[in-house]
C-alpha cells in the first residue's frame, strides 16, 4: 500500500516569514515547503507478523468490510525499521497504529479505503506518537495481486 500526498504548497505558496514565532518546526509553514510532500508506503501485507489471508481467499468479498489493525502496539517499538509502514513526512519519521477499513462500493471491484494512525516525529528525534492522520480513498481500483504472492 501505497500513498503520496499533493506537495505540501500546492494551495499556496510557502513563505519564510521571519516575523512569525512559531511553537515548533510541526506548526512552521516554511518546514513543511523544505519537505515538499508526504508519502507513506509498505512492501509488505502481513498483519502482526502474520498474513491476512492467502490468495487462495482474497476475494473482493473478503477485502469488503475488512478492517485492519496494524502496529497497534507502538509503546513497546524497540527499532521502528521493524514497523509495518514508512512514512516521509517533515523527514523520515514513524507511524504505527494503524487502522484500516475496506468498503466495496455496491457490486463493483471498487473501493473506499479509510486508513488513520499515529505519527511521530522520529526524524528529529521525537518518538512519542502524538499527531494524528486520517486519509479517505474514495474510489480505489481492487488491487490484483502479482503471481509470486503466497
Known amino acids: 500500500m501505497h500513498l503520496e500526498s499533493a ?3 500546492a494551495e499556496r505558496d510557502i513563505e519564510d516569514d521571519e516575523d512569525d514565532d512559531y511553537p515548533s518546526d510541526w506548526a512552521a509553514p516554511i518546514v513543511w515547503g523544505n519537505y515538499h510532500s508526504c508519502t507513506l508506503s509498505s512492501n509488505y501485507w ?4 502474520f498474513r491476512v489471508c492467502s490468495k487462495a481467499e482474497y476475494t473482493p468479498e473478503f477485502l469488503d468490510g475488512l478492517e485492519l489493525l496494524v502496529d497497534p502496539s507502538h509503546e513497546t517499538v524497540d527499532n521502528y525499521d521493524d514497523l509495518a509502514f514508512h512514512i516521509y513526512l517533515l523527514g523520515h519519521d514513524a507511524v504505527a497504529k494503524h487502522r484500516i477499513r ?5 457490486d463493483t471491484l ?5 486508513w488513520s494512525g499515529l505519527i511521530a516525529l522520529a526524524y528529529v528525534g521525537d518518538y512519542e506518537f502524538k ?15 502479482s503471481g509470486n504472492v503466497a
Open 7 to 9: 506537495d505540501y504548497y
Open 131 to 145: 499527531h494524528e492522520f486520517s486519509a479517505l480513498v474514495s474510489n480505489a481500483e481492487y488491487p490484483v495481486l
Open 102 to 106: 475496506f468498503e466495496r462500493i455496491g
Open 110 to 114: 471498487q473501493f473506499k479505503i479509510v
Open 46 to 49: 502481513h498483519h502482526g507478523g
